[in-house]
């Protein structure tokens, strides 16, 4: 049941085979089932079986709101949530209770879904592996013990023990903990962040669908900011399918956002067959970068070769300044992070310091406790680059770099090329020893190559599982689009992952 697509058990719900607070306490079983993974901060179980129970009524008199009603989701916490304790996984926000809902989140609630918890992530989405957390790391469940595989192997003897290892594998970041949550089975979808690949990276560490959609196309509002510039609410679902149900609910214009843009055409809006004939697929050289594995080379060339086999015209193109995005976003981010970060003063937010009697002191001292080092140093380097003698050399240059990447997007777009084939990620989901042998920007440079130049230009883009690795992780392709074509791009998508029929975790219920 929890294994189930989002189609799949809202035909359950209206057939009366299940109701919605039996998928509910399901839903919470298996969240206290993996809580050892460290998927949520918060399970919001009060919350949770009251929004079961208003569905409950609304199935009984045959009045359904929608295909999300009396459905298990989650969010990640630095969505606001009325009441519900919103921390983004730092100390310095251990204690916010937000007075009002995000937009995106408002609207799944007033869709009827049902709220199970707030999902752990890096500090502030500083990260690429929920191991920068407040809240302790989070596990991948692939080649966990919760992996059915990794049962097997253990119940016959031929595998290893993995409740005794510790070389355990990343969930990925940003936004991993809602990446669990969905590859887990305790809620059927997420809304995570995605600012240089958040959503996408632990979609594909975990196998599954990382939508980010195009910049503006849904709310930010309620959303707390890393860089305002290329922040964006972005969905984490087991399929295309249900990424589309969740964006055409949460989707549209507001006007609390003033970056929110409405779109005459509504993005799920999805052709169920997709003529792949009719539309030419870029392969960009400069994706093959060092440290590229081996294994996610083969499964890029395969699905060329799909898209080749299927009429679709393929061709290589050039993204000149690829190599140069990640100095650009690394600036840019910590510019925006120092600004963002500045309002948590221990006097009008944040964590308060009670050691402290002047407000310098008081100031240092709040930020000191509430911050994390990852922060901290980001802070540092942001308001080193936007000194009156560095401002011009750094911040000044770095949007500069940023045009040029917009203007080789656009290039692209203009020759007739319809989306981009890249991957998400260079390689599989590595084991957490290997992982923090780097420190957290260094890490970032890596994981981010392939997913932040997106960012930077505004566009779609989707991350599709493949295949498995030769260590029984999912490897993980990305597709990107034009800027606002979200149809096309989902549309796309969905061929993908009907193509390749990726072998999903079979969790049981």
Not at 209 to 223: A, D, E, F, I, N
């Amino acid at each position: 049941m929890l294994g189930s697509s989002i189609r799949q058990i809202g035909a359950r719900l209206r057939d009366a085979s299940v109701t919605s607070s039996e998928l509910c306490e399901a839903a919470v079983r298996r969240a206290e089932k993996i809580k050892e993974l460290n998927a949520f901060v918060t399970v919001t179980k009060d919350v949770a079986f009251d929004g079961a129970q208003q569905s409950n009524f609304r199935f009984s008199k045959g009045k359904p709101i929608g295909p999300l009603d009396g459905v298990p989701i989650a969010v990640k916490d630095n969505f606001c949530t009325q009441g519900v304790q919103t921390t983004c996984a730092s100390r310095m926000l251990e204690t916010f209770n937000p007075k009002y809902n995000a937009t995106v989140v408002q609207n799944l609630l007033d869709a009827g879904a049902v709220l199970l918890g707030k999902c752990n992530m890096d500090e502030f989405a500083m990260g690429s592996g929920t191991v920068d957390s407040f809240c302790g790391p989070t596990k991948n469940i692939w080649r966990s013990k919760f992996d059915p595989s990794v049962q097997k192997q253990n119940a016959s003897g031929d595998g290893p023990n993995s409740q005794d290892r510790h070389d355990w594998h990343i969930a990925g970041g940003s936004s991993g903990g809602c990446a669990v949550a969905v590859a887990s089975g305790a809620v059927f979808a997420a809304l995570g962040s995605d600012t240089g690949g958040s959503t996408r990276n632990p979609a594909a560490y975990c196998g599954l669908v990382g939508y980010k959609p195009t910049y503006g196309l849904l709310s930010r509002h309620g959303l707390i900011p890393l860089v305002n510039s290329m922040d964006v609410p972005a969905v984490l679902t087991r399929t295309v399918d249900d990424a589309i149900l969740v964006l055409d609910t949460v989707a549209g214009w507001d006007a609390k956002d003033s970056t929110s843009i409405a779109i005459d055409e509504r993005p799920a809006c999805i052709v169920n067959d997709q003529n792949i004939q009719n539309i030419c697929v870029g392969i960009p050289t400069e994706y093959h970068s060092p440290g590229l594995s081996e294994e996610v080379l083969e499964a890029w060339n395969i699905v060329a070769d799909i898209f080749e086999h299927a009429g679709a015209k393929v061709i290589q193109v050039s993204l000149p300044h690829t190599p140069a995005s990640i100095a650009c976003y690394s600036v840019l981010n910590q510019c925006e992070v120092a600004s963002n970060m500045a309002r948590y003063d221990g006097i009008e937010f944040g964590l308060r310091s009670s050691e402290s009697e002047s407000s310098d002191e008081l100031f240092a001292s709040s930020r000191r406790k509430g911050f994390g080092e990852v922060v901290r140093s980001r802070i540092l380097a942001g308001n080193y680059f936007l000194l009156q003698r560095n401002y011009t050399k750094y911040f000044v240059q770095a949007l500069k770099v940023r045009r040029l990447i917009v203007n080789d997007f656009e290039r692209v777009w203009s020759s007739g090329v319809d989306v981009l084939l890249t991957p998400t990620t260079l390689s599989d989901a590595p084991q957490y020893k290997d992982f923090i042998r780097l420190e957290n920007q260094q890490q970032c440079v890596m994981q981010d190559y392939c997913t932040q130049p997106v960012n930077l230009a505004g566009c779609p883009a989707v991350s599709v599982p493949i295949k498995l690795s030769k260590n029984g992780l999912p490897i993980s392709l990305q597709l990107i689009g034009k800027f606002s074509d979200d149809r096309m791009l989902l549309s796309v998508g969905r061929f993908i992952e009907d193509a390749v029929k990726f072998p999903r975790l079979n969790l049981n219920d």
